[in-house]
T-cell receptor, first 110, second 115 residues
Framework: RKEVEQDPGPFNVPEGATVAFNCTYS??????FFWYRQDCRKEPKLLMS???SGNEDGRFTAQLNRASQYISLLIRDSKLSDSATYLC???????????FGTGTRLKVLA | NAGVTQTPKFQVLKTGQSMTLQCAQD?????MSWYRQDPGMGLRLIHY???????DQGEVPNGYNVSRSTTEDFPLRLLSAAPSQTSVYFC??????????????FGNGTRLTVT
């Protein structure tokens, strides 16, 4: 089983739709969690950190479920510009180990 | 604020040639790392460093060397380029914090083709 797993997609959604992605992780010692956005052939860019109580940044909401070992990203009112690959990243307690999922591809359609 | 700077952006090598990919950061980050990204495979860690003078291997270190003589710079050396090293290379850095890791900051990437 991979340490971090994501549905590769693509998720094809119309503009204005709400879409959610999950990312599961296998190691219960996982400590810090992040969502990154990566556009084609560009570097990953931090979208948001994921906090235990859940957090929101505009149209984006991230949540952590430690009991079921997954994090989620919800995008409301999707824009064409949200089309990208979304990577989840998990780090381990006491280490510098960053584990990347392979990404979920989102296409927002006009 | 420059952040993480990688050079060159593009490079074409012949099999057997050597070269160095440069990475510099101006954020005083202790942690620096190199990843390669291939289609359908996600990001794979090549080497990383937790401070000047300290380096360690990642998931795919063969064929690559690194050194960390200063906090700011973390060059990646390809000793004898092979077509299998054709990839996009990203340098990333972070600063440790109490209670967990801080997010990685990425450079713009180097697109390397080995013929």
């Amino acid at each position: 089983r991979k340490e971090v797993e994501q549905d590769p997609g693509p998720f094809n959604v119309p503009e204005g739709a709400t879409v959610a992605f999950n990312c599961t992780y296998s190691n219960s010692a996982s400590q810090s969690f992040f969502w990154y956005r990566q556009d084609c052939r560009k570097e990953p860019k931090l979208l948001m950190s994921v906090y235990s109580s859940g957090n929101e940044d505009g149209r984006f909401t991230a949540q952590l479920n430690r009991a079921s070992q997954y994090i989620s990203l919800l995008i409301r009112d999707s824009k064409l510009s949200d089309s990208a690959t979304y990577l989840c990243v998990v780090t381990m307690t006491g280490t510098y180990k960053y584990i990347f999922g392979t990404g979920t591809r989102l296409k927002v359609l006009a | 604020n420059a952040g993480v700077t990688q050079t060159p952006k593009f490079q074409v090598l012949k099999t057997g040639q050597s070269m160095t990919l440069q990475c510099a950061q101006d954020m005083n980050h202790e942690y620096m790392s190199w990843y390669r990204q291939d289609p359908g495979m996600g990001l794979r860690l090549i080497h990383y460093s937790v401070g000047a003078g300290i380096t360690d291997q990642g998931e795919v270190p063969n064929g690559y060397n690194v050194s960390r003589s200063t906090t700011e710079d973390f060059p990646l050396r390809l000793l004898s380029a092979a077509p299998s090293q054709t990839s996009v290379y990203f340098c990333a850095s972070s600063k440790p914090r109490q209670g967990g890791n801080s997010p990685l900051h990425f450079g713009n990437g180097t697109r390397l083709t080995v013929t």
